[in-house]
């Protein structure tokens, strides 16, 4: 009798160390989903868009011959503008391969070169307008159905090009000539969006999330401060203080969706802002930053210890004075790492700023905060949304830069609340 | 342009005046306020006036420019006014040279002209005012200066009243939020009856923008984009609630403090990715391996499935599940695990049946914002969850959302009054509603929960 008894107890208790034992494996298991799905993501877009750091370019030489460009050196720059400069980027190509004669495979052929070389050329005439008549070396890009075919024909990948066989073997002499090869993709950190995706870049869409996040911070930062302020240290526990509070909490959870209805319905269409604009983006990622920054800064302001209130006031200062010159002071970190965070969440917002119309086609990089641009996440949402093949790598890359400015954030706000805890002990 | 000269003039102006007040004051001996107080109490005397009519200036669009040109438009032509947003903003388009060669008619040319002129002289008007207004805040408060002048506590009154103002723009918003939403919503129910959006299962929003064009009449019943949302939000639950909870009590209960150290923030780092970046992963990565795993077991499913878009953003929000379950898991007093533990339960017979019960309102709260996350979550879908308005339970197929809908109908040219353009803000307030009854409801959990063992 006592033995079964202990024999059931046993496996009970096996049973039980068993249960035991697989809970923490769910545990575990949970941990290792999450983690290899963050990491599946980023390796996803990693490998995706690393390629687009580095563009293909082929150095030719352009004969700038006066009559075919249909200017001279002496011309206007508005007459060099419209100087036949596409003639000439062809011609560059064409002195290799003297045997192509038919003009569709002309046209073939220079489908190899991007509209890249023309603006070179064109660029080159506009900043040097002595050099018509002479013959320049140059080193342009080629077009995006070939650096797809080539980038992968040197990983060693089979890819279904859109280049017919004809061209491949075009290509395959240009590359035994040595004068194809890869470099590094300046044009895609300087230039603006493009229809052309070897020549698009997110040169205007940085500039333009820089000009929005600078408006989001003049908005968010002060009034942000101000508030929490006015919260933690005057109000008294009134009903209009308790309704602010609840406010903030909700405001924190509304979908950014509904931000961008606001924006539409009253910055656009009652203040009449500018449509497209960083100015009108700055000022609804603002509205969804404010909450972010009054709690952090009122957790902030929260640490500091009444002491120094106390210190403040028996020297005679006011209760202005003892918060602007005591305890801003020592809540200050704490409320900048939650600005930097707050900027980061609207660093990568997108919602909002596609109904206001910050998805507009803008070819060239905004001027100013009230000129119409579109931001780095709305460029990977167009670039995304665009059929050509070409964006894909784009669109994955402009995504590392977005997640480096993120990381480059996060660290700057860690470092922030790090030196600072240092100093203060 | 025109805008930064008259930042530059303001800041200038509010400089000058602050600082001849400052150096009024050093000249003096015996004062009552520190010279600093006097110059900050001159400078924010020309600040508020003009702050004051800088505000008027934002408002005068609406209230003085647009009516003005609309009754150029209707006095000779009374059919232009069929859509008076969509005329208007095409004139201040042309006026800001956006559509150059566009042939327009005599009217709208008169109508531009009048824009022209009118903007230019509110705007003068404005500027005049403007700079008028600080300098006579100057005298006002020059002419108050002697040395017995109480600056500081003028100062600190007006910084106090300052303070309460910028408090008062989260109410502000939360109202601006509210009324836009319910304006533009009651101007949507005079076209649609309220009950055909509740409860009608037809959305096809393209609606002839004249009379005399073909094209669909447009119906805007909504219960498919419910269905589609809750579907989505569902399998993102699936999701995200295993994974988020199983990692939740292991950091909570089994892990050393070091893994919890890094394992906390990095699952943190999946809420703080870009939503257009999981938006691209879903269309480009999920979707099409969800399409060929369908394939090779004979099922056919759409190249924007519900439930590409569904696992992704289950991962976006595993963290929202796990980081404030971990929060309350860990603040479930240890004496009641010690309990449990002496009376012989194992460790996991402790969580299940002491901890989580204990903690579960916090958590139940946690799932809420995660879910309400879900409902209001909008690039993925955009990006990946398409615009068929499906009613279907089968995640393979293609359903559309309530944010989807709003961010298509909203994104391009606009006109404020055909039904299309205004169901944006009735889904937006049902939106806007639903979310903040999760949010509420949860939040009060939270309180009620954290009271308990306070």
Redesign the interface.
């Known amino acids: 009798m006592r033995n079964e008894d202990s024999l059931y107890q046993k496996k009970r208790d096996r049973r039980?160390?068993f249960?035991?034992f697989?809970?923490?494996v769910?545990?575990?298991?949970?941990?290792v989903?999450?983690?290899s799905?963050?990491l599946f993501?980023l390796g996803?877009?990693f490998s995706?868009g690393y390629s687009a750091f580095q563009q293909t370019v082929i150095t030719l030489e352009f004969n700038l011959d006066a009559e075919i460009l249909g200017v001279t050196s002496t011309a206007s720059p508005a007459e060099r503008q419209e100087a036949n400069a596409a003639k000439v980027a062809k011609n560059g190509l064409y002195v290799l391969f003297p045997e192509v004669k038919k003009s569709k495979d002309k046209r073939n052929l220079t489908k190899l070169l991007s509209l890249g070389a023309e603006l070179d050329i064109r660029d080159l005439l506009i900043d040097k307008p002595e050099s018509i008549g002479s013959s320049v070396t140059l080193t342009v890009p080629m077009s995006s159905d070939v650096d797809q075919y080539y980038k992968a024909s040197l990983r060693g990948e089979q890819f279904q090009s859109r280049l017919d066989e004809q061209q491949k073997k075009w290509l395959q002499i240009l590359i035994d000539k040595k004068i194809v090869e890869m470099q590094f993709n300046t044009d895609f950190f300087t230039r603006a969006d493009s229809r052309y995706p070897e020549l698009a870049g997110i040169g205007g869409a940085v500039v333009g999330t820089i000009y929005t996040l600078l408006i989001c911070l003049l908005i968010a930062f002060?009034?942000?401060v101000?508030?929490a302020?006015?919260?933690e240290e005057?109000?008294r526990d009134s009903f209009m203080?308790r309704?602010?509070e609840a406010?903030?909490?909700?405001?924190a959870?509304?979908?950014?969706?509904?931000?961008?209805?606001?924006g539409?319905?009253?910055i656009l269409?009652?203040?009449?802002l500018?449509r497209s604009t960083p100015l009108a983006g700055g000022i609804v990622l603002a509205?969804m930053t404010?909450?972010t920054i009054?709690i952090a800064c009122r957790s902030a302001i929260k640490t500091v210890p009444p002491s120094i209130r106390e210190a403040g006031m028996a020297m005679g200062a006011?209760?202005?004075q003892v918060t602007f010159h005591h305890v801003m002071p020592a809540a200050m970190s704490g409320t900048l790492t939650g600005t930097i965070i707050g900027l980061?969440?609207a660093?990568?917002?997108?919602?909002p700023l596609?109904?206001i119309g910050m998805?507009a086609f803008i070819a060239n990089v905004p001027g100013?905060p009230?000129d119409p641009a579109t931001a780095l996440?709305?460029q990977?949402?167009l670039w995304?949304?665009s059929a050509e093949r070409g964006f894909?790598e784009k669109?994955?890359a402009a995504?590392m830069v977005?997640?480096v400015f993120?990381i480059a954030m996060?660290l700057l706000a860690v470092l922030i609340r790090n030196r600072t805890r240092i100093s203060n002990k | 342009m025109s805008?930064?000269l008259t930042v530059m003039i303001a800041l200038s102006l509010i400089f000058l005046s602050g600082f001849r007040g400052w150096y009024r004051a050093k000249k003096e001996v015996d004062l009552h306020s520190r010279p600093f107080y006097h110059g900050v109490n001159h400078g924010l005397w020309v600040a508020l006036p003009m702050l004051a009519v800088a505000s008027l200036w934002?408002?005068s669009?609406?209230l003085i420019i647009k009516p003005s040109v609309l009754s150029v438009l209707t006095k000779d032509n009374q059919e232009l006014l069929a859509q008076p947003?969509f005329r208007y903003l095409e004139i201040t388009q042309m006026a800001?040279g956006l559509l150059d060669g566009k042939v327009v008619d005599a009217a709208t040319t008169k109508a531009l002209e009048r824009y022209i002129s009118v903007k230019k002289n509110t705007d003068v008007t404005i500027l005049i005012l403007f700079v008028a207004s600080g300098l006579i805040g100057f005298r006002g408060v020059s002419r108050r200066f002697n040395t017995s002048t109480p600056a500081?506590e003028q100062v600190?009154r007006i910084?106090?009243i300052?303070?309460?103002a910028?408090?008062?723009?989260?109410?502000l918003?939360?109202a601006?939020?509210v009324l836009?939403?319910l304006?533009?919503t009651l101007r949507f129910f005079q076209q649609v009856p309220f009950i055909d959006f509740l409860f009608g299962t037809q959305w096809s929003p393209q609606m002839a923008i004249r009379a005399d064009q073909v094209g669909s009449s447009g119906a805007f019943g909504a219960l498919p984009l419910f269905a589609g949302t809750l579907l989505i939000a569902f399998i993102a639950m699936i999701v995200a609630v295993?994974?988020?909870?199983?990692?939740a009590?292991?950091?909570a209960?089994?892990a050393k403090p070091k893994l919890r150290a890094f394992?906390k923030p990095?699952?943190e780092?999946?809420a703080?990715?870009?939503?257009?970046?999981?938006?691209?992963?879903a269309?480009?990565?999920v979707a099409p391996m969800i399409v060929d795993i369908c394939e090779a077991i004979g099922l056919s499913a759409s190249s924007e499935s519900a439930l590409a878009a569904g696992l992704v953003m289950g991962?976006m929000i595993?963290p929202f599940v796990?980081s404030l379950s971990e929060d309350v898991i860990s603040a479930v007093p240890q004496s009641l695990r010690d309990g449990s533990l002496a009376m012989g339960a194992?460790?996991?017979?402790t969580?299940?049946k002491v901890v989580l019960p204990s903690a579960l309102p916090g958590i139940v709260s946690a799932l809420l914002?995660a879910f309400?996350r879900a409902?209001?979550?909008?690039?993925i879908v955009?990006?990946a969850a398409g615009l068929a308005a499906n009613m279907t339970a089968n995640p393979l197929e293609s359903v559309t959302t309530i944010?989807a809908q709003?961010?298509t109908t909203?994104?391009?040219d606009q006109s404020?009054d055909s039904p299309k353009t205004l169901s944006?803000?009735a889904l937006?307030l049902t939106?806007?509603c639903f979310?903040?009854m999760l949010?509420?409801f949860a939040?009060r959990v939270v309180r009620k929960y954290r009271e308990q063992y306070a």
């Open positions: 039980r160390l249960a035991d697989r809970f923490r769910y545990g575990i298991l949970g941990l989903l999450a983690g799905a963050l993501l996803n877009i995706t002060p009034l942000g101000a508030a302020i006015y919260l005057f109000s203080a309704m602010v406010n903030i909490n909700n405001l959870a509304v979908p950014s969706v509904i931000f961008g209805l606001l539409l319905a009253v269409n009652v203040f009449g500018p509205l404010l909450p009054i006011s209760p202005i980061a969440q660093l990568g917002e997108t919602a596609l109904m998805v100013a009230s996440p709305v990977i949402y995304a949304e894909v669109t994955a995504i977005i997640i993120l996060n | 805008s930064l934002l408002i669009e609406s947003e800001e500081r600190e910084v106090k300052l303070l309460a910028s408090s008062g723009v989260a109410v918003t939360t601006g939020i836009a939403l304006f533009e295993p994974i988020g909870l199983y990692s009590i292991y950091l209960e089994y394992a990095a699952l780092i999946l703080g990715i870009p939503t257009v970046v999981y938006g691209f992963f269309a480009l990565t991962v595993i796990s194992t460790k996991a017979e969580i299940r914002l309400s409902i209001g979550e909008t690039m955009v990006m944010t709003i961010v909203l994104v391009g404020f944006a803000f937006g939106l806007f979310t903040l949010n509420v939040l």
